[in-house]
């Protein structure tokens, strides 16, 4: 099983607007918690949202009005909008699926680059 990103990522200049996709319908033994990472280079990597089995929603503050985490259901796939980007936003995304039943597991994406330029 893996949480595969979709789609999104890309380049984009500052101010523009990206979205990834997450896609977990290769998980269907309990509802899923879906969190989105970021990882820039030489930095650690960091939480970026979470939207859990109930449809609650977490940001980090640095990414707080500007990105927007959703889910659709009927497609089992997580989206992270994100708007006005910033050159600090640069990183690997990757996105990781925690099944609610079993906890103690994780299944993460591939990752998808996103590079903000100035």
């Known amino acids: 099983v893996q949480a595969q990103v979709q789609s999104g990522g890309g380049s984009v200049q500052a101010g523009g607007s990206l979205r990834l996709s997450c896609d977990a319908s290769g998980y269907t033994y309990c509802p899923v918690d879906m969190t989105w990472y970021r990882q820039a280079p030489g930095k650690e990597r960091e939480f970026v949202s979470l939207?859990?089995?109930?449809?609650?929603?977490k940001y980090a503050d640095s990414v707080k009005g500007r990105f927007t985490i959703s889910q659709d259901k009927a497609k089992n796939t997580v989206y992270l909008q994100m708007n006005s980007l910033k050159p600090e936003d640069t990183a690997m995304y990757s996105c990781k699926l925690t099944p609610t039943c079993k906890r103690w597991e994780a299944y993460w994406g591939q990752g998808t680059q996103v590079t903000v330029s100035s």
């Open positions: 939207i859990d089995s109930d449809g609650n929603t």
